[in-house]
């Protein structure tokens, strides 16, 4: 093996291994947030939280100590209910205190259970109406580009807002305008409210129709960190002038065997003595 062949591979696995602790320390946040409601939407963000952590980690230009740097990045938080899960996210990344996440959900506290851009550091948009957050992001990209910025916009829906026909309008758009500094990321953990999201409103295939309003769409494991990196890797490869889509497969409830694709886990209630467990399971689960 090559001296430089051998960098890189020390390389990548020090970036795997920073993202997975990061990722680690944010599931930990997330039960203690849970812990405190009893409830809320612990599967989703215990799903996300390695993808999270890639794009804090690895991906996002931000300043930490100046959440309105006007060069930064933009990561839209469509789906205003995960905000339990950039939560823990931001505070890993230094942009809110790991102590304030004591106060989520409480009354004044700057972390309310939906995302309100007006209180949260480092929060863009009010997301939670679903199908509001490409819009919004089509609408920044074609600023950002017509001011010169080198900022890039990252919006995170979750695949319940395919049902949602203004997000088809805004990808369309996106297209058409070829916004390159546009990217998605797609949180396909196949459940919504009504129940199975292939079930209430198909969307399959997915990678095709993205594909199909010009996009570049590339489909992972959304709990792999490798893929993870590969497919954000392969995204920002060939034409720069298209939208790019990560579409992520991730298990609700992963890191906690407990809670992995339980039944009725949209809005999850976990019981008092569950939440200890969760944390000794989260201590078996340790990516190495």
Known sequence: MSHALSEAQDATGTRKAEIAAFAHRMRHNIIDMGEAQGQGYVGQALGVSDLLATVYRDRLRFR???????????????IGHYAIALYAALAQAGILDVEELDTYATDDSRLPMSAMATYTPGMEISGGSLGHGMPLAVGMALGLRGSDSPARVYNFLSDGELNEGSTWE???????????????????????????????????????KWESFGWRAVRVDGNDIS????????LEQGESNRPRVLLCDTTIGKGVPLLENREKAHFMRVDEHEWQIAREQLEGTVQS
């Open 170 to 208: 805004a990808a369309m758009s996106a297209s058409h305008h070829e916004l390159g500094n546009l990217t998605a990321v797609v949180d396909l953990n196949a459940l919504q409210a009504d129940g199975a999201t292939g079930s209430v409103l198909r969307a399959e295939p997915v990678v095709d």
């Open 227 to 234: 893929e993870l990196l590969r497919g954000f890797d392969h």
């Open 64 to 78: 930490p100590d100046d959440p309105q740097w006007q060069d930064r990045d933009r990561f839209l938080l469509s």
